[in-house]
């Protein structure tokens, strides 16, 4: 049973910054897909960014050039670096990574943005 921890979240003032960490029990250069999901009070969970084997890196445009998610493969542990946060960032971000078997989520971590 793979375990995904995520980490970093807060409260931050708009135009602020975060760091998100999300540790796997898992090495994660198996992975097919690993990605960061963020679901706000009320809403769907939506894809925020995500990293595809053989692709690379994708953003939902509402996040284009304010995040940027990597990997650290050695550490088993992948990253949302948040930036210019806006109060509509306000949600829990989740983990998720897709192994070949099976796909595997976090508890999530609570970002809130304040105006």
């Known amino acids: 049973q793979v375990q995904l921890v995520e980490s970093g979240g807060g409260l931050v003032q708009a135009g602020g910054s975060l760091r998100l960490s999300c540790a796997a029990t898992?090495?994660?250069?198996?992975?097919?897909?690993m990605a960061w999901y963020r679901q706000a009070p009320g809403k769907q969970r939506d894809l925020v960014a995500s990293?595809?084997?053989?692709?690379?890196?994708n953003y939902a445009d509402s996040v284009k050039g304010r995040f940027t998610i990597s990997r650290d493969s050695a550490e088993n542990t992948m990253y949302l670096q948040m930036n210019s946060l806006k109060p509509e960032d306000t949600a829990i971000y989740y983990c998720?990574?897709?192994?070949?078997?099976?796909?595997?989520w976090g508890r999530g971590t609570q970002v809130t943005v304040s105006s």
């Open positions: 998720m990574g897709q192994w070949i078997r099976r796909t595997y």
């Open positions: 898992e090495n994660i250069f198996n992975t097919l897909v």
């Open positions: 990293i595809v084997r053989g692709s690379g890196t």
